[in-house]
């Protein structure tokens, strides 16, 4: 046993291997905690992003649900500028309604000036308004001012209107120089003569 001990086959067998095991137990003990640290790391970097997603209700995530997450934001953002722009358009018409609304009031407001200035004479009318003009034709002029300040504006113009020129005209001038309770009868005389151009259906009274 002893002979086979000395063999230097066996020598160089038994330093080879001693080197071997001497080289694997350093190997070891530099290695370890590398690869400890290591996980460690990867472990943490793991965690991280597994903590930090499951605050945001997650307990996985992956590239999928990011493109999901910003097509999502996308749609949001192009909700919101579409709301916005409807916003804008809904002011813009109640705008036009305004504005619309207000024109509208503006040809009545013109549509009632024209009536106010307007006076007809209907046909059921004509006849007795021909026989008071006659009448008045036969007054003076002092009484037909007497008579005309107790009448409203449109029946004195309709009367007025059914008589000669030559006859209001002294009557208008008569007017003019009467006291009224504010005045003289002159604005009467001008509100008169102003509606008179615009009256409907009258006819002078024919010539004597």
Known sequence: MISKLQSPVVLIALAIFSSLAVGTMAFWRTAVPLVERAAGG??????????????KGWDFWTIEIENLSTELKGERDRLRQQHDALDRRAAQLANEAKELAKVRT????????????IVEI??????????LAQ???????????????????????KILSLMKADIVGPIFEEMSRTSGADGLLSKRVAVLSEKMRH??????????
């Open 42 to 55: 990867a472990a943490a970097q793991v965690k991280a992003p597994s903590a930090a997603l499951k605050e």
């Open 106 to 117: 503006e040809i009545e407001q013109v549509r009632t000036g024209i009536s106010d200035r």
């Open 122 to 131: 209907s046909a059921d009318e004509v006849k007795n308004l021909r026989a």
């Open 135 to 157: 009448a008045y034709t036969n007054l003076t002029p002092r009484a037909v001012v007497a008579v005309v300040r107790e009448l409203d504006d449109n029946t004195a113009i």
């Open 199 to 208: 009256v409907k259906g009258a006819k002078p009274a024919p010539a004597p």
